[in-house]
């Protein structure tokens, strides 16, 4: 599998990406399988004090978690996906030879209500030695749709310098672009089948609406580094210990 010369000009020009076909449908249900196998133990064990991180707040008629970390670090399903030839080439060719993940999420985004997550960029998150040496490949789970909740870029927005960050009270986890800036800021809606993977520069400002169609938007996203690179001067503290070179 390899990117063609247009699709390596838009993730250049556009700093977004997005390949349909990666990973076969039943690939992607067997993932969703382990997820909620650990999702289930996760919630039972979850403290009081955590549950405003892990626990989706826009769905209210029942409990749901809203994200679990660093899968390919714990889970063998998601380990699999992480260091699968398929995706790791493509990884390759935005970001060169040698790479890493370093962090990665499961996303739930549960139907009629499924939160959203604020504009933001990842390298201001992670805080990379070499900004250019880090991409994020989001894998669809299910297919993700303007309806449940897909992800929104600001085209080109990884060739300006990172905007400031905030956190709303009680959410320092939750760095955001200012709402007053994010507002004038137009977003592209990227689609993307099941199986199929939504790669991002760090720069890139991105976000996702709110699930009010009754489907899931289940996703995992895999942050990976290029060979050297490292999150030098994180926001937020990382587990080194869960970092793993794939290639």
């Not at 991180?53 to 029942?62: E, I, L, P, Q, S």
Request: proline content about 9%; overall charge negative; hydrophobic content about 40%.
């Amino acid at each position: 599998m390899a990117l063609a010369d247009v699709e390596r000009r838009f993730y250049a020009a556009a700093g977004h990406l997005t390949v349909p076909v990666v990973f076969r449908a039943d690939e992607m249900d067997a993932a969703i399988a382990d997820a909620e196998a650990w999702g289930e133990s996760f919630l039972s064990d979850l403290a009081p004090e955590q549950r405003r991180w892990y626990v989706d707040g826009g769905v209210k008629a029942r409990t749901v978690l809203r994200k679990l970390d660093n899968p390919h670090a714990v889970r063998p399903a998601f380990r699999n996906l992480a260091t699968d030839p398929r995706l790791v080439g493509l990884v390759e060719e935005l970001i060169g030879p040698g790479v890493s993940v370093y962090f990665s999420q499961i996303f739930f985004k549960p139907p009629k209500g499924g939160g959203p997550k604020p504009m933001h960029q990842d390298n201001f998150y992670f805080g990379p030695a070499d900004p250019e040496g880090l991409v994020t490949a989001w894998v669809a789970l299910d297919t993700a749709t303007v309806d449940n909740g897909c992800l929104h870029f600001g085209d080109g927005s990884h060739r300006r310098p990172l905007l400031a960050h905030v956190a709303p009270a009680n959410e320092p986890y939750n760095l955001q672009v200012p709402h007053e800036i994010a507002a004038d800021i137009e977003m592209t809606p990227a689609p993307v089948p099941k199986g199929g993977v939504s790669f991002h520069h760090g720069g890139t400002l991105h976000q996702s609406g709110v699930n009010r169609s009754t489907r899931w938007r289940r996703a995992v996203a895999f942050h990976y580094v290029g060979a050297g690179n490292a999150f030098t001067h994180p926001a937020l503290p990382y587990d080194e210990a869960a970092i793993v070179r794939v290639s």
